[in-house]
């Protein structure tokens, strides 16, 4: 039963940096981690791979029902993402794929084929779980429940120097478009709509360091599972 394994979820706006947050949060506490996003990615680039229409909904609930993927670590550290035994680590994290990602993301029969697989993370010793409807809908009963933001246009300039450190092209100014509708879309959809947990904390990183951001996280961990 998920009750009984300590979780703690990271919910937020996409480029509120509650990935790398998440990810280093794990690293630490020595739990398991789930990037919720790279599942509803990864259904998109299969969509994309198929050429399904993107607003076929029948067409991705099947393909999140199916979906072939492994996760793994780099010997660098860094993820690792096969999807039907292609390593796709880079491509979901196309500015193209995050917009895919949202668009599935509103699909009511892709939610729910995804949502036990989520569940199936909870394990021994813990869980850190990155999203952004974790603590509302996929762990409602988290003992844990972070709500991490920041202002639009801080977190698309993040976005910009992200995508750009990895070798990729960005505009900057259609990164903030992007991500205004993101929210727009995201805040509005009528199955799990993004919106901080009635017991969440809000943490707003737009002034913050990633340090100063982890340490806090790390803070508030402590004193809830008695850690640190």
């Known amino acids: 039963m998920t009750d009984r394994i300590p979780i703690l979820t990271i919910d937020g706006p996409s480029g509120s940096g ?4 998440a990810r280093r949060v794990a690293d630490q506490l020595g739990w398991h981690l789930l990037d919720s996003g790279a599942l509803y990615r990864l259904v998109a680039l ?3 791979r198929k050429s399904l229409d993107p607003a076929d909904q029948g067409a991705h609930e099947r393909v999140a029902q199916q979906l072939d ?5 780099a010997p660098d550290g860094g993820e690792q993402i096969w999807l039907e035994g292609e390593e796709v680590s880079k491509a979901i994290r196309t500015e193209q ?3 895919g990602a949202s668009r599935v993301g509103a699909m009511p029969g892709v939610r729910a084929a995804l949502l036990e697989r989520q569940r199936a993370f909870a394990q021994a010793p813990g869980l850190v779980a990155d999203g952004r409807d974790m603590g509302t809908v996929v762990f409602p009963s988290a003992r844990l429940k972070i709500y991490l933001t920041a202002s639009a246009e801080e977190r698309a300039r993040r976005r910009y120097n992200q995508l750009k450190d990895k070798g990729l092209d960005a505009n900057l100014a259609a990164l903030s478009l992007d991500i205004a509708e993101r929210d727009r879309r995201d805040a509005s959809r009528p199955i799990a709509p ?3 947990a009635d017991d969440a904390l809000i943490v707003d990183s737009t002034s913050m360091t990633i340090d100063a951001v982890l340490a806090r996280v790390l803070e508030l961990a402590a004193a809830r599972f008695g850690r640190g």
């Open 18 to 21: 509650k990935g790398t947050i």
């Open 194 to 196: 993004l919106k901080p």
């Open 46 to 48: 299969a969509g994309q």
């Open 69 to 73: 993927v492994r996760f793994g670590l």
């Open 97 to 99: 794929t995050g917009e």
